[in-house]
């Protein structure tokens, strides 16, 4: 696996790409623009050229972006609705501009209550995003934490379907939020079986991310918490089959703990030796 962090664009888009080389990581994660906010600034051509030679240099790959906070493609308000596929397609310029490999996005609130029709509103969204150049979009799953649309893998792989089955459509599978909307990940034949419903549901092939996060709360919680690898409910064993998984292993693994410079670095010393089939000392777990 390639690891990287999500790291901030705190200073510049490119302070992105050097704290994450600071961190040894192999790929990145960012957003291009405050993530809480629905204003921004056009991209300055000298900072994207500053970054995308910044890139080349350090062998960051693939680069990621995340999409803001506060659009809803699932949403039924007509005024919310456009502001969020304007979002999207905001983002997938600038991705562009940044020579982003993957734009990932969350599907949205199906805040009617009606997730069949919410599902169609996503899928237009997408349709609508996907008729400009760009990267790669990747849904993201989530915990189903309240009125979210996407904890299941069908309900993913059937808005792909909604959308045209585009080649330039794929999944972003996060590690906690899988836990979290009950999927046994932790174990053996957990694990196995989400990928089946994945090869099924989606096809490996679009497959071209995880978030690799361990988990604050329980299986089945449906609440949002990423923790720190190892110290969650999927624990060191669930993680180690994870990363080394024969239809994983080959995947870029961005991790989205809490963020503490300290807490990153045993982070990734540990996503590291968990991939290279180590055995972590209880000195390294303290």
């Not at 790291?7 to 990145?28: M, Q």
């Not at 237009?124 to 990267?135: K, N, S, T, V, Y």
């Not at 079986?193 to 549901?201: I, P």
């Not at 110290?231 to 089959?241: A, N, Q, V, Y």
Request: with cysteine; aromatic share 6%.
């Amino acid at each position: 696996m390639r690891f990287g962090f999500h790291c901030s664009i705190a200073g510049g888009l490119f302070k992105a790409l050097e704290r994450a080389k600071a961190l040894e990581c192999d790929t990145v994660q960012f957003f291009t623009r405050n993530p809480r906010g629905w204003r921004y600034s056009p991209l300055d051509p000298k900072e994207v050229n500053t970054f995308r030679h910044l890139a080349r240099a350090l062998d960051l790959s693939p680069l990621v972006v995340h999409m803001p906070y506060l659009p809803n493609l699932s949403t039924p308000d007509p005024g919310l609705y456009a502001r969020s596929v304007e979002s999207l397609k905001v983002e997938v310029t600038r991705c562009r501009e940044l020579g982003v490999n993957y734009l990932v996005t969350h599907v949205g609130r199906a805040t009617d209550g009606k997730p069949r029709w919410a599902r169609r509103r996503v899928a237009r969204a997408l349709m609508e995003a996907l008729e400009l150049e760009g990267p790669m979009i990747l849904l993201e799953n989530t915990a189903g934490q309240g009125l979210e649309i996407g904890a299941g893998i069908a309900e993913l792989g059937s808005i792909i379907e909604l959308a045209g089955g585009s080649p330039r459509l794929g999944l972003c599978l996060d590690t906690a939020h899988a836990f979290q909307a009950g999927y046994p990940i932790h174990r053996p034949e957990g694990l196995e079986a989400l990928m089946a419903e994945v090869n099924c549901h989606v096809g490996l092939g679009r497959l071209r991310l995880i978030h690799l996060n361990d988990s604050k709360t329980p299986l089945g919680s449906h609440v949002d918490r990423h923790w720190h690898i190892g110290e969650g409910e999927i624990g060191l064993d669930g993680l180690k089959r994870i990363v080394n998984h024969p239809l994983l292993r080959d995947l870029p693994a961005i991790m989205e703990t809490p963020y503490s410079l300290e807490w990153d670095k045993i982070n990734m010393g540990r996503v590291r030796a968990l991939s290279e089939d180590l055995s972590l000392s209880s000195e390294e777990m303290a």
